[in-house]
């Protein structure tokens, strides 16, 4: 990792910090406010300012501010009235909203009425001697492109971002969340989706370039899954047209090392002498979420069981039919069971269970939201719905 406290060599321009950023005549009662500060753990600067003074617009047109924020080099704190009367009294402030930039020890670094911007803030952090999270992760991965553990804290960041932008958009009405799913009998949820999936172009995209680097190695599904199974199943239909042929990449080399370790893959809790694949199944299911395609059932009806063990386990069975409900795929599910070596979809409790809301449920029967016109349910899933 770059040296943190090298950034300052050869830097200029920092003479902006004094200008504009006359510190107030704060009033003796500042340095216990200080002191009360300092006893609690915080990011390296922290932004106090009023409830009503709303940061939003500044997330969604400034980058640097929102990698500040959602790389933790910068929290953000809005306070209550009662709160922000106490700190406008020991700050020495008239009426008005105003804030204060705060390192660690509780130092107030700037104020002012208007917002600072993304790079203002920037240069606050190294003139503290440190460097913003996401230019240091990059600048190492300059060095180190294989490192699999910078990849890891890219694409979390990435998933912060992704995340905080589709809330922005959220908030402003153009965009609802993962919700349960109301046209099934199966208990299944419909992924977060924008008004105008035009909207989505781009919300993701250091999710796209840092999965295009993992497909880079040849053990790029070691990635962390659970985050990664996690952000597919809830923003996986986002942005899909970008995000997708890179996430079908990462899936056609997962079920790769999957097949070779059938029930390994298909848990996800590691066991004594494990590789460490435990939850490939999780992520080749939710990859698929979001995408155009169907559940490539074929290829799991192809896997053999490992020694001692059988196929597909129960678990498998649930995940599987509830993607498969969600993809409106009910008779190649039923036709992936009765493929099975010695089931029958139609025989045992499992199968009832199975059968229970697929044969006999409206996905079944045509009924609205149902399997009938198939490739109606396919350009659905297209449009990341």
């Not at 216990?32 to 922290?46: C, G, N």
């Not at 109301?182 to 781009?202: F, I, K, L, Q």
């Not at 295009?212 to 790029?220: E, K, P």
């Not at 155009?292 to 649930?318: E, F, I, K, V, Y």
């Amino acid at each position: 990792m770059p040296d943190r406290k090298g950034v300052l060599k050869n830097f200029v321009g920092l003479a902006v910090l004094v200008l504009g950023s006359t510190l107030s005549a704060q009033t003796e009662a500042w340095p216990a406010y200080a002191d009360t500060w300092r006893r609690a753990s915080h990011a390296p600067l922290t932004l106090l300012l009023p409830d009503s003074m709303s940061t939003a617009p500044h997330e969604v047109a400034d980058e640097t501010f929102l990698q500040l924020t959602r790389a933790r080099d910068l929290d953000i704190e809005h306070l209550e009235a009662a709160a922000f009367i106490r700190l406008r009294q020991v700050r020495g402030w008239p009426d008005g909203p105003r804030w204060v930039l705060l390192d660690r020890e509780g130092r107030a670094l700037a104020e002012g009425v208007a917002l600072p911007t993304g790079a203002t803030l920037r240069d606050h952090l190294l003139s503290l001697g440190l460097q913003p999270t996401w230019e240091a992760l990059d600048q190492f991965l300059v060095l180190h492109p294989d490192s699999g553990f910078a990849l890891d804290q890219r694409l979390r960041l990435a998933f912060r971002l992704s995340t905080a932008r589709f809330r922005l958009l959220r908030g402003q009405g153009q965009g609802e969340g993962l919700m349960e799913a109301t046209d099934s009998r199966w208990p299944s949820y419909r992924p977060a989706r924008m008004t105008h999936p035009e909207a989505a172009a781009g919300i993701s995209r250091e999710v796209v370039d840092t999965l295009h680097r993992l497909n880079q190695l040849s053990d790029g599904w070691r990635t962390d899954r659970d985050f990664l199974t996690v952000w597919l199943t809830i923003m996986g239909s986002l942005d899909a047209p970008a995000v997708q042929p890179e996430v079908a990449l990462l899936r056609e080399a997962a079920l790769r090392v999957w097949q070779a370790c059938p029930h390994t893959g298909s848990t996800s809790v590691p066991g004594e002498g494990s590789p460490g694949v435990e939850g490939l199944s999780a992520f080749w299911l939710a990859s698929q979420a979001g995408s155009a395609s169907l559940l490539d059932l074929d290829a799991l009806a192809r896997m053999q069981p490992s020694p001692g063990h059988l196929w597909p386990s129960s678990d498998l069975l649930s995940d599987l039919a509830r993607y498969a409900m969600q993809k409106q795929q009910a008779r190649e599910l039923l036709g992936f069971l009765d493929r099975l070596p010695g089931f029958s979809s139609t025989g045992g409790r499992l199968g009832r269970v199975v059968e229970a809301p697929v044969r006999g449920g409206p996905l079944a029967r045509g009924r609205p939201g149902g399997a009938e016109p198939m490739a109606r349910g396919h350009r659905g899933a297209a449009g990341g719905t």
